[in-house]
């Protein structure tokens, strides 16, 4: 997928949330939608189980309009967090620009998110992506909750984060942290157009 | 009344971009053909993106092609008034004459038609006597007519029944454009990326982009620095894009969050897209939609900060250029080889200066006439008289006169030396490329240039040509290639009034072996025949041959010579050879009794060598002797190997 298309001048980019299920990747998406203007957002697609789990994936398009005389535009997508979904989660990844990989605090989670973690490097490398290539920022969401039922974002980072990417603690049904990571993210991705990804 | 046409608004100050492409094609085919390609053609447009310039456009352009054109350019209201002071004058009828003669009606602003009835019956009725009358009319508006309110739904279909065009608000790249050249307009210069920043603000229509700019010049004028990019934004008021999208969101509280994220975006971005990558992407957009190699200028944008970004780009152009000079020369010597790709990569610059030698070697001219047959050598008479005042009137007046001139004679009468002195003649014209050679070398070549492969590089040598002289044409017979090449030779030349000459031994419809279409082109032209020398013919030419000979001409040996019998210049020339040779053998001087005891007694021995196949005492003939190659020892073994053959 050609990140910067300077035949018709059009930086797109697709960014997936990942992490196990619950986890609040789509929390994150309607938090942003909810920030961003109107004008500037086209329709959230959302395809949910009855149970409000997501089903297939979100989507969130986002027009951040003339950049450098570049038309901007930003691709959010989720993944579905279950276990049993991964044809899905396969497919969303495909041509990503970048992964935010939402982290679940709870100490009991723990587990999962290790395990969501080596599905994402699977994933990846079923698309014949290492993941050390794909830009990658943490969100350690949920941090809002008891002191006792989570771990702390430097126990996070001890247990999830070997490669030391950027790390964000969050409460994305607040908002907090919602934009730090999706500027995070969006800047390692740019940072690539200087590195020389252009199509 | 009618306002003149502001010079200043031509086609050629009109910056052409995406958005208006289509209405500049309509405005200059209705300039072209007024009153046939589009009409009416309606044009519309936001305010600001150049309505009144492409109609002025249109008026100059019409009126630049057909001064005679009677071309009217008013704006409605002055239409309006124009009619209302003729009803108060009671010259009503006058003024529908004057608009009803007017070979182009261009009207701007229609749209102020809304709840003038009797202005749109007036206009209807105009432009329903225009049309019949096959005059064009070309019309401006803010909108489409179905759009214009109250206007009457017969004006509407008469608006639409021809173009209906829109002008767009420019894109960057033509805001770029329209802003450089205004730039370059005013004399004034900015620094790199200034004006592409200026570009980058999104005004809606072009008279604000002008007003951006008239800015950045004022500015720039009272402070002594020249202005930076941070200082354009600044005076644009648009310090970053940010600032006016949080102003456009002015959702105040929730938009904070996603402008003060655009905010970051743009200036990672921008970092990542500076104003250099802008201009190499521009480069490698333009030039790769030229066709050429841009691989140079995209491993610039591969780079993090290259130095000398313009001065890479100047460069690249610079070779761009040359490669286009290099492939206009070679497509004029060799059109198949202008296509080659190799004049479309700047990196192979090399190669494409090799290539283009290479064709500007094999480009010699075709072969030029000899310069052994001058005019002036050749002797005028009786015989060939029509022949050589066709080849006069050739000379004076190529291509238009005798086209083609046939040489038509038997052997030995002058027929190669005319048409080479023709060509001599010929060549002294300004500019001329005269090709003069015999059929088979003509067939010759055309055969080397099949196996090389080059039979384009061949034809253009001769296309380029001025003049074809052939000798010999009935060597063409049973050449169909050749014949078929010539044919479409001939054609180019008859079409381009280029001078055709050939020489044949007979008449061209009695020639065996030529196509019907060759021999009834070459009998559309002049037929000249070269009859038998007479007396007075073959004195003059033995005059001149002795004198070539070094034979002192003595007016008995003269005569005697021209009473021989000879049919044609060639045999006299035989005759002097074999008197000069015997007398040269006799070590006498050549005298008319010389040369009647060795034309008409019995021959010295020295004289007999003239007479062609007896070199030695043998006679080879293919008749007689050793008929079977079997019989006959082909290769003999060399001594030296016999010898220590036979020692060991």
């Known amino acids: ?199 | 009344m009618t306002s003149v046409l502001n010079p200043k608004f031509t086609f050629e100050t009109f910056v052409v971009g995406a958005a208006n492409r289509l209405a500049v094609t309509a405005g200059r085919t209705v300039a072209e053909n007024p009153g046939s390609a589009y009409n009416p053609l309606f044009i519309y447009s936001g305010s600001g993106l150049g309505k009144t310039h492409l109609l002025m456009a249109i008026g100059h352009s019409a009126k630049a092609l057909a001064p005679q054109l009677n071309i009217e350019y008013l704006t409605l209201d002055e239409y309006v008034e124009a009619f209302h002071a003729a009803i108060a004058a009671g010259q009503g009828d006058a003024f529908r004459r004057r608009f009803q003669n007017v070979d182009a009606l261009l009207v701007d602003d229609v749209q102020f038609l809304t709840n003038r009835k009797e202005m749109q019956a007036e206009l209807l009725r105009l432009t329903e006597a225009l049309q019949q009358a096959g005059h064009q009319i070309v019309l401006t508006s803010d909108r489409p007519p179905a759009e214009i309110a109250d206007l009457d739904e017969r004006l509407i279909s008469r608006f639409s029944g021809g173009l209906v065009v829109d002008i767009g608000v420019p894109d960057y790249e033509t805001r770029v454009a329209i802003l450089r050249r205004k730039a370059e307009e005013r004399g004034a210069r900015f620094q790199p990326g200034v004006l592409e920043a200026a570009a980058g603000v999104e005004f809606p229509n072009v008279r604000e982009l002008m007003g951006a700019l008239n800015r950045l010049v004022a500015y720039q004028a009272v402070n002594d620095t020249p202005i930076n990019v941070e200082a354009a934004r600044q005076v644009l008021g648009v310090a970053d894009a940010t600032a006016a999208t949080a102003a456009s969101s002015s959702a105040a509280v929730t938009g904070d969050e996603f402008s003060q994220f655009l905010t970051d975006v743009t200036v990672t971005v921008g970092r990542a897209v500076e104003a250099w990558r802008a201009r190499v992407a521009e480069a490698v957009l333009r030039w790769e939609g030229e066709g050429y190699r841009t691989g140079r200028l995209e491993k610039l944008l591969d780079q993090d900060s290259p130095a000398a970004v313009d001065e890479a780009i100047a460069a690249y152009i610079g070779d761009v250029e040359r490669l286009r000079a290099l492939e206009a020369e070679v497509g004029e010597l060799d059109p198949q080889a202008a296509g080659e790709k190799v004049f479309r990569d700047p990196e192979r610059m090399a190669e494409a200066e090799a290539a283009a030698a290479k064709v500007r070697d094999g480009a010699a001219p075709p072969p030029a006439p000899s310069g052994a047959f001058p005019l002036d050598g050749y002797a005028a008479g009786a015989s060939n008289d029509v022949a050589l005042s066709a080849a006069r009137a050739v000379i004076d007046a190529p291509g238009k006169k005798y086209n083609p001139l046939v040489l038509v004679g038997k052997s030995g009468l002058g027929k190669s030396h005319l048409l080479n002195a023709i060509g001599l003649e010929l060549m002294k014209k300004k500019g001329a490329v005269v090709a003069c050679l015999s059929t088979q070398g003509f067939v010759d070549e055309l055969i080397a240039a099949i196996d090389g492969n080059r039979v384009d590089w061949w034809r253009a040598r001769y296309r380029r040509a001025t003049a074809l002289l052939l000798d010999d044409i009935q060597l063409l017979a049973g050449k169909e290639r050749t014949q078929e090449e010539l044919f479409n030779i001939f054609n180019q030349f008859l079409d381009g009034d280029r001078q055709l000459v050939f020489t044949a031994p007979a008449h061209p419809n009695t020639l065996q072996g030529l196509e019907e279409r060759i021999v009834s082109r070459l009998e559309g032209g002049l037929v000249a025949e070269i009859g038998n020398p007479d007396r007075e013919l073959r004195r003059t030419a033995l005059e001149r041959i002795l004198i070539q000979q070094k034979v002192s001409v003595e007016p008995a040996l003269l005569d005697y010579l021209a009473d021989r019998p000879a049919d044609s210049v060639r045999s006299l020339t035989g005759l002097v050879l074999r008197v000069s040779e015997a007398a040269a053998a006799q070590d006498q001087p050549v005298t008319a009794g010389l040369a009647r005891e060795i034309l008409e007694g019995q021959p010295p021995a020295g004289a007999r060598r003239t007479t062609g196949l007896r070199t030695s005492g043998l006679v080879v003939s293919s008749a007689g002797g050793v008929r079977s190659r079997e019989k006959m020892v082909w290769d003999w073994p060399s001594a030296a190997d016999r010898v220590i053959e036979d020692l060991r």
Request: hydrophobic content about 40%; glycine content about 8%.
């Open chain 1, 1 to 199: 997928m050609s990140l910067v298309n300077f035949t018709t001048r059009e930086i797109t980019c697709k960014i997936v949330y990942y992490g196990p299920g619950r986890s609040g990747k789509t929390t994150n998406l309607h938090y942003v939608y909810g920030r961003v203007p109107e004008s500037r957002r086209g329709r959230m697609v959302s395809l949910a189980t009855q149970t409000d789990r997501t089903l297939f994936f979100d989507f969130l398009p986002i027009d951040l309009g003339q950049i450098s005389g570049f038309a901007t535009r930003f691709q959010l997508y989720t993944v579905p967090g279950q276990v049993y979904y991964n044809a899905t989660r396969r497919l969303v990844l495909q041509g990503a620009d970048g992964v935010v990989f939402v982290g679940d605090s709870q100490a009991r989670q723990l587990d999962e998110n290790v395990e969501s973690l080596q599905n994402l490097q699977s994933n990846l490398l079923e698309h014949g992506v290492d993941v050390r290539t794909v830009p990658v920022v943490m969100q350690y969401n949920k941090q809002d909750l008891p002191r006792e039922l989570i771990l702390t974002p430097a126990e996070l980072d001890d247990a999830l984060n070997f490669r030391g990417v950027p790390s964000f603690p969050a409460d994305a049904l607040h908002g907090q942290g919602v934009f730090e990571t999706l500027k995070a993210i969006s800047e390692l991705v740019l940072k690539r157009l200087a590195a020389g990804s252009t199509a």
